[in-house]
């Protein structure tokens, strides 16, 4: 049995019937009229702030800025690592203003399954423990920023684990035909990196970390997200109890969906994956549903929660610099992310842990250069 999940499609949306400009109630026309107004608004305020408040701006600016925690990871891997990927310059360069990027992109995306601290230890159900990477996604934006590649990679997957340095000067021993998601445990991001970086000889550009707590927020910041379940599920190690049919999850439903793994299929990482992908597409959904600028106060909390939630490599470690990730990525329809697992086949001495299959997955890897 395989569970699959979808975002919530609502009639009438963009791209149905009726969507014709000039045409129906809602249609782009309007819809395009109110996000001028919005833009408007939202430069009204920005310039109220500046002109009567403009002391409290730079507290909040800071305020997100101080909340983003960061690792130099290039400082840390030095030069022994693959080649960044070439980009040509953007045709949109000046010399009065400094452009979006729009070369291709690889990040790696972990999900922590850290029990430090109060919430994550009653959202993770465990003690207060080393963490592992509990969930990994390589993610590829391709050259002009139009569509992306998501590339899980299951944390029961065997690898060979290179000498990752640590923080004190010293360095963690290499490891043959142990768990991926070991990696974060031995030596943090910095050894996460290099294990992916190895395993695929593909440069990661950036990192982002977020755990369980970051992403239950985060969803409830964003107001919840829908989904449509096709089969029921009732994981009593998830806690997730749902009847088959659309549901709108609060944040801490949606981590429980996105760690369900024991009541669907063969109970093995790679249906949780499944479960992974859709949610991600459907938070997607939600957030280009969202008229983000239509009150201040919610934008801020939202950023608020986002960077508070993350943890970064120093190129991505300001609101500036996220910033200018998320416009770049302003022309990315959610329709073209295409989520996939890397090829895997089951270990032969160990069924219940899987190898990369080969020569697929390294010819998926090298696609993504």
Request: proline content about 5%; some cysteine.
């Amino acid at each position: 049995m395989f569970l699959s999940v979808r975002g919530h499609e609502k009639s009438g949306g963009a791209g149905g019937d009726g969507d014709e400009a000039g045409g129906e109630a809602g249609g782009p026309g309007i819809r395009t009229g109110r996000r001028a107004r919005a833009l408007r608004i939202a430069g009204l305020t920005l310039a109220g702030l500046l002109v009567l408040g403009a002391g409290a701006a730079g507290w909040a600016y800071w305020q997100l800025n101080d909340n983003i925690d960061s690792v130099d990871i290039d400082s840390a891997l030095g030069d022994d690592r693959p080649a960044r990927a070439v980009t040509a310059p953007s045709p949109d360069a000046s010399a009065t203003a400094t452009p979006l990027p729009t070369g291709s992109l690889n990040i790696l995306v972990l999900g922590s399954d850290s029990r430090s601290g109060e919430e994550n230890q009653a959202l993770g159900g465990g003690d207060s423990g080393g963490a592992r990477s509990d969930t990994a996604m390589v993610v590829h934006l391709d050259a002009g920023r139009t569509a992306a590649t998501v590339v899980s990679i299951p944390r029961d997957t065997l690898v060979d684990r290179p000498s990752c340095p640590l923080q004190d000067g010293e360095s963690t021993r290499p490891a043959s035909g142990v768990m991926f998601n070991t990696a974060y445990e031995v030596g943090g991001p910095v050894c996460a990196v290099k294990t992916v970086e190895s395993l695929t000889d593909v440069r990661m550009d950036h990192y982002v970390e977020i755990d369980f707590s970051g992403f239950a927020r985060l969803v409830d910041a964003l107001g919840g997200v829908t989904v449509t379940t096709e089969e029921d599920i009732d994981d009593d190690r998830s806690h997730l109890t749902l009847d088959a049919g659309t549901h709108h999850l609060d944040g801490e439903d949606a981590l429980a969906l996105a760690r369900t793994r024991y009541d669907i299929g063969d109970g093995s990482d790679l249906g949780r994956i499944g479960l992974q992908h859709q949610l991600v597409k459907a938070l997607l959904e939600q957030v280009a549903e969202e008229d983000l600028l239509a009150g201040p106060a919610r934008l801020y909390r939202i950023a608020d929660t986002v960077t508070d939630s993350l943890t970064t490599d120093t190129g991505l470690d300001s609101l500036g610099e996220l910033t200018r990730l998320a416009q770049s990525l302003r022309d990315l329809p959610s329709d073209g992310v295409t989520t996939l697992t890397m090829p895997v086949v089951p270990a032969p001495w160990d069924r219940n842990r899987v190898i990369a299959d080969e020569p697929e997955a390294g010819e998926l890897w090298a696609s993504l250069k």
